[in-house]
């Protein structure tokens, strides 16, 4: 099952942000280096993807693709630092790195309710 989320006003007219718990979650200890990834499921088009990043860290993120962590030159790069949320379709992988020698990472996901 997949938990939805629909977008829906509140008393203002805005926008809220308050979703449910999530059954579909995953966690994970990144060592240094070495990168992990999961791919979105297919059962919806598009998917909220909420990182948790234990206090402190930082990890580098590459959507479809390998990310690297940062060195001492200035270097173009896709890859995101420390995101928060970001919006996926189905099928994409989601890569991530870090530098540190370990670090906890939580990830929650979010089917687009159409």
Known sequence: MS????IKRDSSGLNSFAPPF???GFKVILASG???SFTIPSNYKEWIVLFSIETGGSIWV????TPTVATGTIS?????R???????KAGDVISMITSATS???GITIY???E
């Open 34 to 36: 070495v990168a992990q």
């Open 3 to 6: 938990t939805g989320f629909a």
């Open 82 to 88: 420390n995101p928060g949320a970001r919006l996926v």
């Open 103 to 105: 670090l906890e990472v």
């Open 22 to 24: 999530s059954d579909q």
């Open 111 to 113: 089917a687009i309710l």
């Open 76 to 80: 173009a790069t896709t890859d995101e």
């Open 62 to 65: 590459s959507l479809n693709g």
